[in-house]
C-alpha cells in the first residue's frame, strides 16, 4: 500500500511539473528585458514591468479587456438563467418528450463546433452579426447551453422531491418552488458552470477570429493573435500580454474554488 502511494505521488508530482513548467518559463520571459539575453528557464532577479506597459499599449488591451468582459458576463449570465430554467422540469418530470429533449442537448455537445463553421458564418452575415457583440453572445450561449443544462440537470435531480411537496403543501406554485426552495441550492454546480462555461468564452479564438474581425470589437485573444504576428521577435512583450490575459480567470477561480469540485461531482456523478 506504501508502495502504491508512493508512485501515485510521483505520477502527481509528474502531472504538476507538466501543467507548471510552461507557467513557468512564460513568467519567466514576461519579466524579463527584451535585451536580456539568459536561458528562459532562469528566473530574472528583477522585474521589467515595461513589457506589461507595452504589451497593454501597442495590444490594445485595455479595449480587447472590455469587449471580454462584456461578452462573457453577458454570455455566462444569459447561459445560467436559460440553462437553469430549462434544467427544471427536465430533472423533475421524467417524461417521454423531457427524455428526448435532454437527450438531444446532451448529443449537441459531440458536435464539433468547427464542423459547422460555414453555414453559421453564412447566418450570422445574413443577419448583420460580423462585428457585433450580440452575435458572438448569441453564438456563446448557444454552444454553452448543452454542457450547462447537463450539469444543472443531474444536480437539480440529487435535490430531494420532498422539499417540491412540501412546498406544495404550503401553497408554493412551481415558478416559487424554483426561485425560493430550488435556485438557492444550485450555488455550487452555478459556481461550476459560471467557471468552465466562463473560461470557455474568454479563451474562445475559434468564434472570435471570424466574427469579429475588427480592432474595435477585437477579444483578447484575437488581440494577442494579431500582437504575436506584429511582435513575434519580442516574446517578451507577447508573454506579459499572455499573462494579463489570463489574470482575471485566475483571480475568478480563486474566488470560487471551494465549490468547483462539489459542483461538477454532483452535477455530472449524481445526473
Not at 56 to 78: D, E, P, Q, S
Not at 97 to 105: D, E, Q
Not at 123 to 133: A, L, M, Y
Request: proline share 4%.
Amino acid at each position: 500500500m506504501k508502495k502504491k502511494n508512493t508512485l501515485y505521488q510521483i505520477l502527481a508530482i509528474i502531472i504538476a511539473l507538466i501543467y507548471m513548467v510552461p507557467f513557468y518559463i512564460l513568467i519567466s520571459i514576461s519579466i524579463k528585458s527584451p535585451m536580456d539575453t539568459s536561458s528562459k528557464w532562469i528566473m530574472p532577479s528583477y522585474i521589467y514591468l515595461d513589457n506589461f506597459v507595452n504589451a497593454w499599449n501597442k495590444a490594445h488591451l485595455g479595449r480587447a479587456l472590455v469587449n471580454n468582459v462584456i461578452i462573457t458576463v453577458i454570455a455566462v449570465v444569459a447561459t445560467l438563467v436559460i440553462g437553469a430554467c430549462a434544467s427544471y422540469p427536465l430533472a423533475r418530470y421524467k417524461t417521454k418528450l423531457n427524455n428526448f429533449m435532454y437527450t438531444l442537448f446532451i448529443s449537441c455537445m459531440i458536435v464539433p463546433a468547427l464542423t459547422i463553421l460555414v453555414p453559421l458564418y453564412k447566418f450570422v452575415v445574413d443577419i448583420g452579426g460580423i462585428n457585433t457583440r450580440w452575435a458572438i453572445i448569441l453564438v456563446h450561449i448557444t454552444f454553452s447551453l448543452p454542457l450547462t443544462i447537463f450539469l444543472f440537470t443531474g444536480f437539480i435531480g440529487s435535490v430531494p422531491r420532498e422539499l417540491d411537496e412540501a412546498a406544495l403543501i404550503d401553497g408554493c406554485n412551481r415558478f416559487q418552488i424554483f426561485f425560493k426552495i430550488i435556485l438557492p441550492l444550485l450555488k455550487p454546480i452555478t459556481s461550476t458552470v459560471i467557471i468552465l462555461v466562463g473560461v470557455g468564452i474568454w479563451n474562445d479564438y475559434q468564434f472570435s477570429v471570424f466574427f469579429l474581425q475588427k480592432r474595435d470589437v477585437a477579444t483578447i485573444t484575437v488581440s494577442l493573435s494579431q500582437f504575436f504576428s506584429q511582435f513575434q521577435n519580442d516574446l517578451s512583450y507577447v508573454a506579459a500580454g499572455c499573462i494579463i490575459g489570463m489574470l482575471p480567470l485566475a483571480v475568478l477561480y480563486m474566488a470560487l474554488q471551494k465549490y468547483f469540485i462539489k459542483g461538477l461531482s454532483d452535477g455530472a456523478i449524481k445526473g
